[in-house]
Structure formats: C-alpha cells, structure tokens
C-alpha cells in the first residue's frame, strides 16, 4: 500500500529550527519552497508538495529522475487521461490493487525534455511535458530527439 503523508511522524523542533537557519529548500529545479516538515521519503530533499509526489506515497517521483516529479496523467499531445485508459483496460484493478494500477498507469506516461538536457535544458516544471506512448514516440521521431545535437 502506499504512505500517507500526513501519517508521517513531524521532525523535531531542533531539525526544523536547523533547516530553517540553514534555509534549506528543495532540490528540484525550479522549486524554492522549505523542505518538508514530515520525516520519510524525500525527508532531506523535498518540500511538503514534491514529497506527496513521489511513488511512494502513489505519485510519478523519483528522486533519482527529477523530471519525474512533473509529469501529469493527462497527456499534453492527445488529451487522454491515462488512469481512465488503466481502468478500462483493466476494471478494478484500482481496488483490488492500486499499487498495479498506478505501476500501470505510470508507464504509460513519459516525461519529456523539450528542450534536451544535452541542449542545456533542465528538470524544472516549464520544460516537462507529460506525453502517452503514442505522442512520445511521434514526438521524438518528428523532432529527430534521437539525434546528438548537443
């Protein structure tokens, strides 16, 4: 089962007080919120927002993949909600188990650059766009993303 966030044990006042006198702030491009005030997953990387994001807690991030942290269910190409794809293909599987259902529906999303990292873009919200497999694949062939243009 997934982790709630707001089941998660509150840091200490001292840690607080040091993350605040240290002004720590996440790490994702982008983002300059305080880190989160909940121990666990993304304790020292994250704020409250991305740390609900991650897969443990039943969302697309990884921290590991940052980019990971902004993709949408709904593909920017075509429209389709994929979790409503998920259920039709397989009719409650979200139920019976919604860990399989959000591993299924997570692969069928994909996190893309639009401007290439090798091009000097990064992992921040403005350059990822959430793209089914059908768009992905179009979307890389049509704008030749295979090719070392860095």
Request: hydrophobic share 25%; glycine share 10%; net charge positive.
């Amino acid at each position: 089962m997934f982790l709630v966030y707001e089941d998660l044990p509150k840091k200490s006042p001292r840690e607080l007080k040091e993350q605040i006198t240290k002004g720590l702030t996440c790490t994702l491009d982008g983002c300059s919120n305080p880190l989160t005030q909940r121990k666990g997953p993304g304790q020292t990387a994250l704020c409250k927002k991305h740390q609900k994001l991650q897969r443990e807690f039943g969302g697309p991030g990884r921290l590991d993949r940052p980019w990971t942290f902004h993709r949408k269910w709904v593909c920017d190409g075509c429209g389709v909600d994929v979790t409503q794809e998920v259920s039709r293909i397989h009719p409650g599987l979200e139920d019976k188990d919604p860990v399989l259902f959000m591993r299924l529906v997570r692969s069928r999303v994909i996190g893309d650059h639009q401007i290439r990292q090798v091009d000097g873009g990064d992992d921040s919200e403005e350059n990822i766009k959430s793209y089914c497999l059908n768009c992905n694949s179009d979307k890389t062939i049509l704008s030749e993303d295979y090719r070392n243009k860095g």
